[in-house]
């Protein structure tokens, strides 16, 4: 039905009317034009060729259709009108005669045409033919997309008011289209046009949401698209990144035993020696490669931590130095923001409102989940496991822009030996659910002295026990080259489990449970045993011999090494760009050789054992 209306108006000037207050603003710009109009435009500016209806409105609302839907029906502009599925939704659902399938009979007639549900994602289509419209959260991006389809050489848009909120007539803003992210999908737009119509002119009038869009069109090349950054002949596009540090510590190898500031740390680094723009937002005496550091906290502000190597961080969000944290980087960061830069939110919810703030301007991500809640518009999880805890937790399906990127460690930190001693080491926060009592059991079964590093303690220690307190970067190191096996019994399902890397990077076998990240990590048999009962956690450390260090060592080297993660980064924050610049789902890259993310390289069969 709809690919009658195939360059229809090839060379011809066009103009959207929407339903903003500057709409009462309208002088014709020029003769002859072929005109578009949505919602209550019509009842405005009847003299229309094409008229766009996505739903029945509100009834608070005195013109939407819900209210005069006879005057809609009867409406016949000169070519054609569109209701949209939303509109026949709705209407089944007060008793309507309206198959799913088909428009409202009258419309037919005239050459109606369905339109897209506007809660699917931004999916812009140039073939109307094959794939309807998108529309994006507003009946403006399906308008805009027939008239491009039409073959029309400028278009002119009226009434975008989207900073505003309001309709012509109303006193107050009916919604906050801001707030609704409407201002992204215009740029989504924006950047979309670009690629598919770039001579096609976009011409705003009377401003107000989308003052200083399009303007720079005509001179604006779209990015290339996602190139595979291990290639060597492959362009690079410089990355913008703004990165926030965790509030109550210091981005520094200080602070080893918290596996988000080191990898925060770490990622600085490579992608500033990348080429890439990279801001560090974080504590006065951060120890960080990148292009600027801001100091937005001090001693002062994370005081009530002072403690840290001895005591559990309280996971308190609402307590001063976060406050601080937050505040201070909202500003901070809009000082430096360009238009769709990277704000990463290593500290995941910790940082929700200063992405929420921010959303509509940049690009937000939580860039290394390993937790089990989250709020970013796009995500990158430690582990499959963890991603699989997010979908079925909040009943949510699939994303295609989601992406697992496992932790990573420098292989320098670390001291790889063959030789192993004969006590058991368990490495981390010293509580129950990570399992020490468990850990406990297993090295008095097994007639082994277990080794404990890390904050906390316990009561009445057992005299097979040692006790070591906080480690180090460099303390911590050392016991992983030493340890018989690294025992990590997580009574929970781990969300990623960075010790147990550093363990295989040392050549140190690890005995884990069955679930969480750990089927991931530890290759069973291979690099350790994952064990469901005391039965089989004793045969693990009485057979520990049988995993080789060497493969062990190999097989971090393989897959968590700050290589493999730059690579990942680079390839899905390309990924993310392109769904802004020019390079959306349906894209093409005649650059790609390889898929550069979910490879996993195991070790050689031979080297099995």
Not at 35 to 53: A, E, R, S
Request: aromatic share 12%.
């Amino acid at each position: 039905m709809i690919e009658k209306y195939r360059n229809n108006h090839v060379g011809r000037a066009a103009v959207l009317l929407l339903s903003g207050p500057t709409l009462a603003q309208y002088v014709e710009p020029e003769p002859d034009l072929i005109t578009c109009g949505v919602n209550t435009v019509m009842f405005h500016h009847p003299d229309l060729d094409y008229f766009f209806l996505q739903d029945v409105g509100t009834p608070k609302h005195a013109d939407s259709y819900v209210n005069r839907k006879a005057g809609y029906d009867a409406f016949k502009p000169r070519i054609a009108k569109f209701y949209g599925v939303t509109l026949c939704k709705q209407l089944q659902g007060q008793g309507g005669a309206i198959p799913y399938e088909f428009t409202h009979a009258p419309i037919i007639d005239i050459g109606g045409a369905r339109i897209e549900d506007p809660n699917v994602p931004a999916d812009f289509s140039a073939d109307l033919a094959v794939k309807l419209p998108a529309a994006a959260g507003s009946i403006a991006f399906p308008a805009l997309q027939f008239l491009l389809y039409t073959g029309v050489a400028r278009i002119y848009i009226v009434g975008a008011d989207i900073i505003d909120g309001r309709r012509i007539g109303e006193e107050k803003p009916a919604q906050n289209y801001a707030r609704q992210n409407h201002l992204g999908r215009w740029l989504e737009f924006e950047r979309w046009v670009a690629a598919t119509y770039p001579h096609v002119e976009i011409i705003p009038l009377n401003p107000v949401g989308l003052k200083d869009m399009f303007a720079l069109r005509k001179d604006t090349v779209a990015a290339e698209p996602a190139s595979t950054p291990h290639v060597g002949e492959a362009r690079r596009e410089q990355l913008r990144f703004h990165c926030l540090g965790v509030p109550h510590t210091i981005t520094s190898p200080e602070f080893a035993h918290c596996a988000y500031t080191q990898k925060l740390r770490r990622f600085c680094k490579f992608m500033t020696e990348r080429g890439h723009v990279v801001y560090h937002y974080g504590h006065t005496r951060s120890e960080v490669v990148c292009t600027e550091h801001i100091s937005i906290t001090d001693d002062d502000t994370i005081k009530q931590y002072a403690d840290w190597q001895n005591t559990v961080y309280n996971g308190e969000l609402g307590d001063h130095c976060n406050k601080v944290f937050t505040e201070r980087a909202l500003e901070e960061v809009t000082k430096r923001t360009q238009l769709r830069d990277f704000l990463l939110c290593w500290y995941g919810v910790g940082h929700k409102h200063v992405g929420e703030q921010l959303d509509s301007s940049m690009i937000v991500v939580e860039p290394g989940i390993g937790t089990f809640n989250a709020f970013a518009p796009f995500r990158v999880y430690e582990s499959y496991a963890t991603m699989h805890v997010h979908y079925g937790k909040y009943d949510q399906s699939p994303k295609w822009y989601d992406a697992v990127i496992p932790s990573f460690i420098d292989p320098a930190d670390y001291t790889f030996s063959a030789k192993k001693e004969d006590w058991l080491l368990y490495l981390g926060r010293v509580q129950q659910l990570k399992g020490i009592n468990a850990a406990i059991k297993i090295a008095q079964r097994t007639g082994r002295r277990l080794k404990v590093a890390g904050q906390g303690t316990i009561d009445d220690v057992p005299p097979h026990v040692d006790m070591l307190g906080y480690a180090d970067q460099r303390m911590k190191a050392d016991l992983l080259s030493r340890a018989a096996a690294l025992v990590q019994p997580s009574l929970y399902l781990e969300p990623f489990g960075n010790n147990v890397i550093e363990a295989s990077i040392s050549g140190t076998p690890v005995i884990t449970p069955d679930w969480g990240a750990f089927t991931e990590t530890v290759v069973h048999g291979v690099t350790g045993w994952r064990c469901r009962n005391m039965d089989q956690f004793d045969w693990a450390v009485r057979n520990i011999e049988k995993i080789k260090p060497e493969t062990c060592r190999q097989w971090a080297l393989n897959n968590y090494t700050i290589d493999q993660a730059r690579e990942r980064y680079e390839e899905y924050f390309k990924q993310l760009r392109g769904v802004f610049f020019g390079c959306d789902f349906n894209g093409s890259d005649p650059s790609r050789v390889a898929i550069v993310g979910p490879t996993r390289h195991f070790a050689r069969v031979e080297d099995r054992g």
